[in-house]
């Protein structure tokens, strides 16, 4: 036996070990607090150590409890940012994954890998009204949208072969409500973030499609060629999507490609398919399944509705890569359609997890995160000392303490900042933060299939209950 080799009863053990941990976790999951009690020094001290260069053997799994005391909690009370738990029967298909250590290249790579993979893609396809699509599970919705928008340059303003030099700059729209996905994407692009047209929106934070309407005739009269609507399917701050069958009938009328990041919200039209008309209409789109399918991290993807565009934006492959069979399913591969060439199985816990729980399962949990979020509205909109800031269109809401009645809005911001310092000090309930109209918001988000009524109604008591400390 090599010196990295250990037997299969050596491994047996060492994985139940594991699955024991992983089980005991979950059991206190709830009674966990939501932010751990560490600092960053005490951090550095337990995991910032020297590479041992003898093997510690079955010491070194000991430490894995002190890396599950110092996590974050994600329970049913974790509201921050667009996580919740990661579903456990889809943890048990990364552990797999990772054994069998499929490259998810090509079919002759692994043939049952990618070949789940594409059926997992057309699922999820169907599942968001969109049947026919195809695309690529990615590491989350920045590289989504980062190959999404590589597609429409590409389409628009080709620059694969000789780059875009000496080339009118090109116009990308998209609401100021933009998650900061989409500016980073168009800097790396070669697009440049100066030619990224910002669109105002109405009071609920959706995109104005006369407003873009305007900037697009206002650039075609100036010479600016357009490269690329990008709508949301539920904006990061509150959850807004975007007017998408007007804006996908502006972006048509055209020739200009429409890019939806539904990283967040697309994956909501199972259960409210009504908020999402026009979804179909658009040429690429977003999603992520470690969202709100409550996946493990990480799982993207990406879909589009012309593969030909793909390959054109994608396609360039090695002799050494080159493949062996003419037929179509042998002969597939996901480089060819995508800006990865290795990638890990990502397919196979979302496969597992959604054969194992059905997809009326998930069409429920997601129906409870909406209903949760109207209830935490209601019982925000029942405090005097609370205000809620926007519309609650998918599971986000924006709130903030108004500190005091005759209080400024620069002190209601400091206030709203220490109390959500406050607030995740306690460790009770974890929210995160938004700034709408330069107000410095609490943001609840809820994509998490743990959380009970009982969560949402710890929020309103357990805010009021910082505040009174940031008073005092």
């Given at each position: 036996?090599?010196?990295?080799?250990?037997?299969?009863?050596?491994?047996?053990?060492?994985?139940?070990?594991?699955?024991?941990?992983?089980?005991?976790?979950?059991?206190?999951?709830?009674?966990?607090?939501?932010?751990p009690?560490?600092?960053?020094?005490?951090?550095?001290?337990?995991?910032?150590?020297?590479?041992?260069?003898?093997?510690?053997?079955?010491?070194?799994?000991?430490?894995?409890?002190?890396?599950?005391?110092?996590a974050?909690?994600?329970n049913?009370?974790?509201?921050?940012?667009?996580?919740?738990?990661g579903e456990?029967?889809?943890?048990?298909?990364?552990?797999?994954?990772?054994?069998?250590?499929?490259?998810?290249?090509?079919?002759?790579?692994?043939?049952?890998?990618?070949?789940?993979?594409?059926?997992?893609?057309?699922?999820?396809?169907?599942?968001?009204?969109?049947?026919?699509?195809?695309?690529?599970?990615?590491?989350?919705?920045?590289?989504?949208?980062?190959?999404?928008?590589?597609?429409?340059?590409?389409?628009?303003?080709?620059?694969?072969?000789?780059?875009?030099?000496?080339?009118?700059a090109?116009?990308?729209?998209?609401?100021?409500?933009?998650?900061?996905?989409?500016?980073?994407?168009?800097?790396?692009?070669?697009?440049?973030?100066?030619?990224?047209?910002?669109?105002?929106?109405?009071?609920?934070?959706?995109?104005?499609?006369?407003?873009?309407?305007?900037?697009?005739?206002?650039?075609?009269?100036?010479?600016?060629?357009?490269?690329?609507?990008?709508?949301?399917?539920?904006?990061?701050?509150?959850?807004?999507?975007?007017?998408?069958?007007?804006?996908?009938?502006?972006?048509?009328?055209?020739?200009?490609?429409?890019?939806?990041d539904?990283?967040?919200?697309?994956?909501?039209?199972?259960?409210?398919?009504e908020?999402?008309?026009?979804?179909?209409?658009?040429?690429?789109?977003?999603?992520?399944?470690h969202?709100?399918?409550y996946?493990?991290?990480?799982?993207?993807?990406?879909?589009?509705?012309?593969?030909?565009?793909?390959?054109k934006?994608?396609?360039?492959?090695?002799?050494?890569?080159?493949?062996?069979?003419?037929?179509?399913?042998?002969?597939?591969?996901?480089?060819?359609?995508?800006?990865?060439?290795?990638?890990?199985?990502?397919?196979?816990?979302?496969?597992?997890?959604?054969?194992?729980?059905?997809?009326?399962?998930?069409?429920a949990?997601?129906?409870?995160?909406l209903d949760?979020?109207?209830?935490?509205?209601?019982?925000?909109?029942?405090?005097?000392?609370?205000?809620?800031?926007?519309?609650?269109e998918?599971?986000a809401?924006?709130?903030?303490?108004?500190?005091s009645?005759?209080?400024?809005?620069?002190?209601?911001?400091?206030?709203?900042l220490?109390?959500?310092?406050?607030?995740i000090?306690?460790?009770?309930?974890?929210?995160s933060?938004?700034?709408?109209?330069?107000?410095?918001?609490?943001?609840?988000?809820?994509?998490?299939?743990?959380?009970?009524?009982?969560?949402?109604?710890t929020?309103?008591?357990?805010?009021?209950?910082?505040?009174?400390?940031?008073?005092?």
């Amino acid at each position: 036996m090599n010196s990295l080799e250990i037997s299969n009863d050596d491994f047996r053990r060492l994985a139940a070990e594991v699955v024991a941990l992983s089980a005991e976790y979950l059991s206190v999951l709830d009674a966990r607090s939501i932010f751990p009690n560490t600092s960053g020094a005490e951090t550095e001290q337990v995991f910032a150590l020297d590479l041992p260069e003898q093997g510690l053997g079955d010491r070194a799994l000991a430490d894995l409890r002190q890396v599950m005391e110092r996590a974050r909690a994600q329970n049913g009370r974790f509201f921050g940012y667009v996580q919740g738990a990661g579903e456990p029967v889809a943890a048990l298909g990364d552990l797999l994954a990772s054994v069998i250590n499929q490259n998810m290249t090509a079919w002759r790579s692994s043939p049952a890998g990618v070949t789940v993979e594409r059926t997992v893609v057309r699922w999820l396809a169907e599942a968001v009204g969109c049947r026919g699509f195809l695309g690529t599970l990615t590491g989350g919705g920045s590289a989504a949208n980062l190959m999404g928008l590589a597609m429409a340059r590409e389409t628009k303003t080709p620059g694969n072969e000789q780059g875009l030099w000496n080339k009118t700059a090109g116009v990308v729209y998209a609401s100021q409500q933009i998650h900061m996905a989409v500016p980073k994407a168009v800097a790396m692009l070669g697009i440049g973030r100066e030619n990224l047209r910002y669109i105002p929106c109405d009071d609920s934070y959706r995109m104005i499609p006369s407003e873009l309407e305007r900037a697009i005739r206002e650039d075609e009269g100036r010479g600016r060629p357009a490269i690329s609507v990008v709508a949301s399917a539920g904006t990061v701050n509150t959850g807004a999507v975007d007017p998408l069958r007007e804006i996908a009938e502006i972006a048509h009328a055209r020739g200009i490609w429409m890019h939806v990041d539904g990283a967040y919200g697309a994956l909501a039209a199972l259960a409210a398919p009504e908020k999402f008309d026009g979804l179909n209409l658009v040429d690429s789109l977003s999603l992520d399944p470690h969202k709100w399918l409550y996946q493990p991290l990480d799982c993207g993807c990406l879909l589009y509705r012309d593969v030909e565009k793909a390959r054109k934006t994608f396609r360039y492959t090695g002799t050494y890569a080159k493949q062996l069979s003419s037929d179509p399913i042998e002969g597939f591969a996901f480089f060819e359609e995508s800006i990865e060439l290795s990638r890990r199985f990502r397919a196979l816990k979302l496969w597992l997890s959604l054969r194992y729980h059905g997809l009326a399962s998930f069409r429920a949990a997601i129906h409870r995160d909406l209903d949760h979020a109207q209830r935490l509205a209601r019982s925000i909109d029942g405090s005097p000392l609370l205000e809620r800031l926007a519309p609650v269109e998918l599971s986000a809401v924006c709130f903030r303490h108004l500190a005091s009645r005759e209080a400024p809005e620069e002190k209601r911001n400091w206030f709203n900042l220490e109390l959500l310092k406050k607030i995740i000090g306690r460790g009770k309930i974890y929210l995160s933060n938004a700034e709408l109209q330069g107000k410095f918001c609490l943001r609840a988000c809820i994509v998490n299939y743990l959380t009970k009524d009982s969560d949402i109604d710890t929020v309103v008591p357990e805010v009021l209950a910082a505040a009174q400390e940031v008073q005092a």
